[in-house]
């Protein structure tokens, strides 16, 4: 301990003791740097989606709605932008293709011509030159908030929600319905992703698969052979082209994990989330199991079934609201000092 205290005084020491002493970051350092260089060999293959693509469209949908808007946006990314429409524009899925498509043509209704904007116009007609336009009309560009769906979900019910969802560990025999863990995967597809990239996917296990990836968690003690269906939220570093964002997967396969987990309350399910540590061992076990890639790191997992109603819930109490909630002022803060 004394050793680590000692390593832990600067920040270029304690680079030293991981680098010499401890390897738990290790395969961190490994997938981000994976992840990074399969963003770059991806920008010139055809996908389904594309990260660039998805963060500069989003880009461009913020310049879009800016107050007041300006007459030239966007000049230093959107050549790569439609490159990368040009390169992807025959794999991407519909709904990418159709939001990049609608973005980018009010882009190009809206900005000022000059520089790489002209080139970027140029290839961008050059690919709905050749018939690929946009087939839905005014369904993928911004709109005004009041256009969103009126609530019918009020405080009272919404916190009922919260207070149902517990982490359920006994679950029936029952198979969870298919189209039940669809309806939940949509509505956990609606969580903010960072620039909308939606780094993760939720790998679906089942029967004796279930039970063994459950197992390799340490938190399952007891009741992994009996969890009906298993996802592992798996995050994709190859979305990112710099180390400052290695920790979205983990935010963004945390906010939509919380909203499937809701969702499937709201269906007659129930859930728990396991925690996935970093134990290299247990990664080398995961990654052979699910042929994961380098740049793909499980997030963490999630248990789902029917809840055997005579199972127990830990009353788990939560910490309150005071504890929780910090109000800040720097104002309040100075004058404090000068006290
Ligand atoms: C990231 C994360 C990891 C967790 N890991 C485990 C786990 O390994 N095993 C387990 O039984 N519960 C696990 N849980 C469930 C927590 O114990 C539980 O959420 C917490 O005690 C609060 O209870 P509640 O979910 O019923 O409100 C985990 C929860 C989270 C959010």
């Not at 995961?286 to 789902?304: H, T």
Request: glycine share 6%; hydrophobic share 45%; with cysteine.
């Amino acid at each position: 301990m004394n050793f680590a205290r000692l390593f832990s005084r600067f920040g270029w020491l304690s680079t030293v003791y991981y680098l010499c002493f401890n390897a738990s970051f290790r395969r961190e350092q490994y997938s981000v740097l994976a992840g990074r260089t399969e963003y770059a060999r991806a920008l010139t293959a055809a996908s389904g989606s594309s990260a660039l693509l998805r963060r500069n469209i989003h880009r461009l949908e913020k310049g879009l709605i800016m107050r007041p808007r300006r007459a030239v946006f966007a000049e230093d990314y959107i050549f790569e932008t439609v490159t990368a429409l040009q390169t992807n524009i025959l794999a991407l899925e519909v709904a990418e293709r159709e939001w990049a498509l609608q973005v980018l043509t009010q882009y190009f209704d809206t900005v000022t011509d000059r520089g790489d904007i002209i080139k970027a116009r140029n290839i961008f007609l050059s690919v709905i030159g050749q018939g690929l336009q946009s087939e839905q009309d005014g369904a993928a560009v911004p709109y005004p908030y009041a256009d969103l769906p009126q609530p019918r979900v009020t405080y009272p019910d919404f916190f009922r929600l919260c207070q149902r969802r517990r982490s359920v560990r006994w679950f029936l025999t029952d198979p969870v319905p298919q189209l039940l863990l669809e309806q939940a995967v949509q509505a956990a597809t609606l969580a903010p992703s960072a620039c909308n990239r939606q780094p993760f996917k939720f790998i679906q296990l089942s029967g004796t698969d279930a039970a063994t990836a459950a197992g390799f968690a340490m938190g399952t003690t007891g009741f992994a052979a009996q969890i009906p269906t298993l996802l592992v939220v798996v995050g994709d570093l190859s979305a990112y082209p710099a180390e400052r964002d290695r920790h979205v997967i983990y935010i963004d396969g945390a906010l939509a994990s919380m909203q499937l987990m809701l969702a499937l309350d709201t269906l007659g399910l129930a859930s728990c989330p396991i925690n996935w540590p970093d134990v290299e061992k247990l990664e080398r076990k995961m990654d052979k199991f699910l042929q994961l890639q380098p740049w793909q790191r499980p997030v963490m997992l999630i248990a789902v079934g029917y809840p055997d109603p005579t199972g127990g819930i830990p009353f788990s109490a939560k910490k309150s609201v005071v504890q929780t909630l910090v109000p800040f002022s720097s104002a309040q803060n100075e004058n404090n000092n000068a006290d």
